[in-house]
């Protein structure tokens, strides 16, 4: 149930900010300007401990921001959930600081969100990496050693004319709509990741709650990726915590790729596999007439993550 009241914005951005001033400051100019005329909405910013002039900018800010500061640096997914917390929008939009918001960036989101109704979990968008302009990010994927990946292949124009908000597996957290109400359904973000893997988690848990994470792919910013202080410090040890809580759904997810990977050794030379009654079941697994994944799909998957857990208690094991 929502818990707006008359009066209250439609939307809600949250940012959580940590330095690096100019960017946000060039990212708040850059919502300004794209934000609908008439879209109700707040800015809520949370510091996360700037030392670099962040705090002495925000004190000059008025409506439509509010601002929280955190005594210490808490990390992404606490500072976050921090801004959540206070929100008083329907919408939530979780945008990263580092952002360059195009014009026209929110309105095909909200049209995915619109769309999908009561099905949608987390709804992202294309991401360009600003010193690039090569497409950064276009939904998640699950590798072939189990981890997340970013879609980084352009949309084709097919899919942006007939199919623009297609299902992915997850989405990343840098920008991303989702109702309040289903926020606070799936508890928001678990603060047990440090800067790292707390968006595909989420993403897990609405698929988890029978919800559907998408991407708006008719909805495109510019991104300065990683630019953070310490964003990528802890990767590794926040990938083991995702694989060790999602094991089985991350190795269902892959079955499909190692499946595609597979049947593509097959094609050209299709007597030097024995068992046609399996290969047979790897078609119509690709194609989605088949719901199960071939059982070697599976083994293999996860014999993949079993060599990736090793890895971490090597690494993790002082």
């Not at 330095?19 to 008439?38: D, F, H, K, V, W």
């Not at 988890?208 to 964003?231: D, F, W």
């Not at 915590?241 to 997810?253: P, Q």
């Amino acid at each position: 149930m929502s818990t707006s009241t008359p009066g209250s914005p439609r939307i809600s951005v949250v940012t959580p900010l940590f330095n690096c001033l100019a960017a946000t400051q060039e990212m708040i100019a850059s919502l300004r300007r794209s934000m609908p005329r008439g879209l109700s909405h707040e800015i809520i910013l949370v510091d996360d401990g700037s030392t670099d002039g962040t705090r002495e900018w925000l004190a000059g800010l008025g409506e439509p921001f509010r601002v929280i500061l955190n005594e210490r640096n808490l990390g992404y997914g606490a500072a976050t959930n921090r801004g959540v917390a206070i929100a008083r929008g329907d919408i939530l939009a979780l945008l990263n600081n580092d952002l360059i918001l195009r014009p026209g960036w929110i309105r095909p989101m909200l049209a995915a969100l619109r769309f999908h109704g009561g099905r949608a979990g987390l709804v992202g968008n294309v991401q360009v990496n600003a010193a690039t302009r090569e497409v950064d990010h276009a939904g998640i994927w699950i590798t072939l050693n189990g981890k997340p990946e970013h879609d980084r292949r352009e949309p084709r124009f097919a899919s942006l004319l007939l199919h623009p908000a297609p299902v992915v597996f997850a989405v990343t957290g840098a920008c991303v709509l989702v109702r309040a109400d289903t926020w606070r359904m799936l508890g928001g973000f678990d603060e047990a990741y440090i800067n790292g893997c707390e968006d595909v988690d989420l993403c897990l848990r609405a698929r988890g709650a029978g919800l559907i994470n998408v991407v708006a792919l008719r909805s495109r910013v510019y991104h300065h990726v990683s630019s953070s202080p310490g964003r990528n410090l802890r990767n590794e040890e926040n990938a083991r915590r995702l694989v060790l809580r999602w094991r089985r759904e991350l190795a269902l997810e892959a079955s499909r790729l190692w499946t595609w990977d597979h049947f593509c050794r097959i094609v050209p030379e299709p007597r030097d596999f024995p068992d046609k009654a399996e290969a047979l079941r790897m078609a119509l697994y690709l194609v989605r007439l088949w719901d199960h994944p071939p059982p070697a799909a599976l083994v293999a998957m996860n014999a993949a993550i079993d060599v990736e857990l090793a890895h971490w208690r090597e690494m993790f094991s002082d």
